[in-house]
């Protein structure tokens, strides 16, 4: 915004971004399934566009106002997404059945596996990055930012100055 309103972390890089979305979506993919499609994909999609393409550092808020969006949306109409012709299911219900009083009969949670393992490394791997840009750097990722040299933190300065 022009008046400098946003709410800017301008240290989170896309690789970060990238690990909390595989992260995310496995947590909707595995334990809202009915979700997955729009609470999980679409949801995190969005921010992550807008970060990676126009509005450098600014994930955090585009993230906290397309959860609010959509909570609010769900709230106010939750069969959109559980009982619609927009409703979707993950492979594990190959049959269509989401009750939770009957066990699907043909279950296969190997998307769900390997989506978790997927997600699991991702964050290992982003983990790693940034223990070692902090050990290079001889700086404490809690305290100091330790992607300041890269060209999306310097685009996410320029915006809050």
Same mark, same amino acid.
């Given at each position: 915004?022009?008046?400098?309103?946003?709410?800017l972390w301008p240290d989170m890089t896309i690789l970060y971004i990238i690990a909390y979305d595989l992260w995310n979506f496995e947590y909707t993919y595995n334990n809202? %399934?009915?979700? $997955?499609?729009?609470?999980?994909? $679409?949801?995190l999609l969005a921010p992550t566009f807008a970060n990676a393409?126009? /509005?450098?550092?600014?994930?955090?808020? /585009?993230? $906290?106002n397309t959860l609010a969006l959509w909570c609010m949306?769900?709230?106010v109409f939750p069969l959109f997404q559980d009982a619609s012709v927009f409703s979707t299911l993950p492979v594990l219900y190959a049959d269509g059945v989401m009750d939770p009083t009957v066990r699907p009969t043909a279950a296969d949670p190997t998307m769900q596996g390997v989506i978790a393992i997927l997600a699991l490394a991702a964050n290992v791997i982003?983990?790693?990055i940034i223990i070692k840009r902090a050990v290079q750097q001889k700086k404490n %990722?809690?305290? /100091?930012e330790i992607?300041?040299?890269?060209?999306d933190f310097r685009q996410a300065m320029a915006r809050a100055e």
């Amino acid at each position: 915004s022009k008046k400098h309103d946003d709410m800017l972390w301008p240290d989170m890089t896309i690789l970060y971004i990238i690990a909390y979305d595989l992260w995310n979506f496995e947590y909707t993919y595995n334990n809202l %399934p009915t979700h $997955a499609w729009y609470c999980g994909l $679409a949801l995190l999609l969005a921010p992550t566009f807008a970060n990676a393409l126009w /509005n450098k550092g600014g994930w955090i808020q /585009n993230r $906290a106002n397309t959860l609010a969006l959509w909570c609010m949306f769900a709230q106010v109409f939750p069969l959109f997404q559980d009982a619609s012709v927009f409703s979707t299911l993950p492979v594990l219900y190959a049959d269509g059945v989401m009750d939770p009083t009957v066990r699907p009969t043909a279950a296969d949670p190997t998307m769900q596996g390997v989506i978790a393992i997927l997600a699991l490394a991702a964050n290992v791997i982003v983990l790693a990055i940034i223990i070692k840009r902090a050990v290079q750097q001889k700086k404490n %990722p809690y305290k /100091n930012e330790i992607f300041s040299d890269t060209r999306d933190f310097r685009q996410a300065m320029a915006r809050a100055e």
